[in-house]
């Protein structure tokens, strides 16, 4: 056993735990930073699982006696694997913890994690909207809420980590990972995660951001794949929503990611694991391995000779823990040690946070002992009606209207409604990939859901009550069967409207057309859901398209083409109350306040594509391409109409400090609504090429008609920060201008236009800050400012009335 005055200086550790340390063997340090998956079953769902896996045994097939001989780090998704009763799970969980503490030497119980993406990945568990739904909601309050919620089921469960939030940054909708991310701004990303990762974390669960890092930006959009990102791009795109949750947000757990980054896997990225997680931004919790990403780096990466190589060049990265087994950390990497090729100090450093992280959570505690002793609890409603309440109050605020002619919404008197498409009718359709219906019922299709999953047609008819209803599904997601076409046509064209749901089936390698390695080579929606739309609008009746997916699709066709549906909804996996949300959309019951959290391409050949473009970016006299979206980031309409005015802004600031906007925002329609005001700007000059626009801020605000507020926002200039020719993240002084509106697109036209002209251009107004201008240039003042982990990153916003 190593003495504990050769222990590393880093990690900081308490008494207790040093001393634990001090008296472990080899053999039970390595246990207990690797995890164990108990009843693995039915399809993949990870990556490489029935390849990579070494203990593919089951625990009935062997001992956990003798797997635990040694104590263990982590029990691996002891819920969420297969449909198991979640209370008579936690029996057996309390009697588990109790032997691994009665049993083993030490005595130290097993941390247990679980997927809790979209909700607790457990059967009978809340499915709540998708990540790409909390960013078209704009509601960091709302996520919040619902990740204390998820938080304190797990917690009552027994279990103690998530692997959530997602915080990659899309940068290419042919990505079949879109629907787990939350929108293509960092820092929409970084806010509406670090409120993920508040609530969740309030509940004694930690967090675990994911996937660090710059997993998003695979070429080509391809699962697994290469990033060829430079360093300014990672520093200004990918990082910020990381830094923002683990510094604003204190994140405990972070997951590092299967891709490398010019050569470099981050799972053996000392630069990006240790250098800059912990050494610069001050991490002191614990990196866990993406499923199998350590033996990678021998398998896929083919930067290691073996496992065991593998095992230590990611120790020495900073991955402390391996999930969700351990084949490279045990055996392979015991071997190495004990011939002295490995040194046992990146195995201490490793338990040492393990063992913190326990204690933090209450594992070693006397009162977790106690606990134990008083049993699991015998029942827990995992979908209460408040899960229900706030799963619709997310779903509704998600919903984004890209277009109506007037036609919404319905009312009561409707008529007859042919209700049409392939996900008009089917529960999962609402769901995403990491739902546990999409995730791991699919393999169960004789066991009940477990939760009720009203379809869009089931809440139609229970919203519509007056129409008289026809259901046809006209087509598959997938494939070439047009052979339901003509019952669909013949229903649209006897209706007086026609709903007609298109989109996506979530699902894993293969199984759906989105969702973790469905990737897309054609942003087209899949099979023949096109040719149905088209032929459903021929019919003459008025249509209203409902497109229910994971990714934003091409679908400029139905927004723009001469034939086209009167009116066009999009919603992102809105959850299990996503058939009521939508259904009440378009009865009027709600008013739509959705915003694109990612640009609606017009073709595929666009991507990659983010709203945060140079004015090379942009369309322009020498090239033949136009990558401007069908719809841009922040776009989403409403049942009434909203007006800014009186803009007026801090005229200078000192770099590093903070200046304020005020706008005010009115209802100008005569139904009650909620604006999302989104705070734009951009750098006028800097050292290196900036976007023509940047969110800075953004604020929901819910108005009655003719109402007015306003909103003051208090943007601190780090929002404008960005990596000089050093790679050094800086606040340069100089004059930006800044404005309020409805979307991304708005002004960058003009910007464009203006940047082609005379950039600095700015009219007598807005550079006296007017209050009569659309626009308001601040001035940044003093030297330039390098950015620290101690300055501020988020933008606050008041609502005054």
Known sequence: MNESASLPAWPRASERVRDLHARMTLEEKLAQIVGF??????????????????????????????????????????YGTRPVDPAERAAWLWAEQSRLVSQTRLGI???????????????EAATFPTPLAWGASFDPEAVEEMARMIGADMR????????????????????????EAIGEDPYLVGTVATAYVRGLQ???????????????????????????????????????????????????????????????????????????????????????????????????????????????????????????????????????????????????????RALAQKESLGLLDESFLAGLEEGAPESIDLDSPAHRSLARRLAEESVVLLSNDGILPLGAGAGKVAIIGPNADRSEALMGCYSFVNHVMASYPDKPLGIELPTIADALRDELTGASIEVVAGCDVEGSDRSGFPAAVSAAAAADVAILVVGDQAGLFGRGTVGEGNDSESLELPGVQRELVTEIVATGTPVVLVVVTGRPYAIGWALEDEARPAAVLQAFF?????????????????????????????????????????????????????????RPFGFGLSYTTFGHSGLSADRSVTAGGSFGVEVTVTNLGDVAGVDVVQLYGRDLQASVVRPVSQLLGYQRVALEPGESAVVRFEVPTTRLAFADRSLTRVVEPGDVEVWVAASAGEKVATAVAEGIAELSEIDAASAAGGSGSDKALVTITGDIHRVSPADRRITTATVLR
């Open 574 to 630: 809105p959850g299990e109350e996503g058939g009521p949300a939508v259904a009440r959309i378009i009865s009027g019951a709600v008013n739509p306040s959705g915003r694109l959290p990612v640009s609606l391409p017009r073709v595929s050949g666009t991507q990659p594509y983010s709203y945060l473009q140079p004015l090379l970016g942009g369309p322009s006299e020498v090239t033949a391409t136009d990558p401007t979206p069908a």
């Open 109 to 123: 119980p097993a941390l247990v994690h679980e997927e809790c993406l979209t909700g607790l990945a457990a059967w």
């Open 202 to 352: 309030s509940a004694g669960v930690h967090a675990t951001l994911k996937h660090f890092v710059a997993y998003s930006g695979s070429r080509a959009g391809r699962n697994h794949a290469p990033v060829s990102a430079g360093p300014r791009e990672i520093a200004d795109i990918f990082l910020p929503p990381f830094e923002m949750a683990v510094l604003d947000g204190g994140a405990r757990s972070v997951m590092a990611s299967y891709n490398d980054i010019d050569g470099v896997p981050q799972h053996s990225s000392v630069e990006h694991l240790t250098t800059l997680l912990r050494e610069t931004w001050g991490f002191d919790g614990v990196v866990v391995a993406d499923y199998f990403g350590v033996a990678f780096l021998a398998v896929m990466h083919a930067i290691a000779a073996d496992r065991g190589r593998a095992a230590a060049l990611a120790l020495e990265a900073g991955v402390d823990v391996e999930l969700p087994s351990g084949d490279a950390y045990l055996e392979p990497l015991a071997a190495l040690i004990r011939s002295g090729e490995v040194s046992e100090s990146l195995v201490d450093r490793a338990v040492l």
């Open 156 to 179: 009552a469960l027994g279990v103690h980590q998530g692997l959530a939030p997602v915080l990659d940054v899309i940068r290419d909708a042919r990505w079949g990972r879109c629907e």
């Open 37 to 78: 998956w108990l009843d693995r079953g039915g399809d993949v769902v990870a990556p490489m699982a029935n390849e990579m896996s070494r203990d593919s045994e089951s625990g009935e097939d062997r001992r956990l006696s003798e797997i635990t001989a040694h104590g263990l780090g982590h029990y691996t998704r002891v």
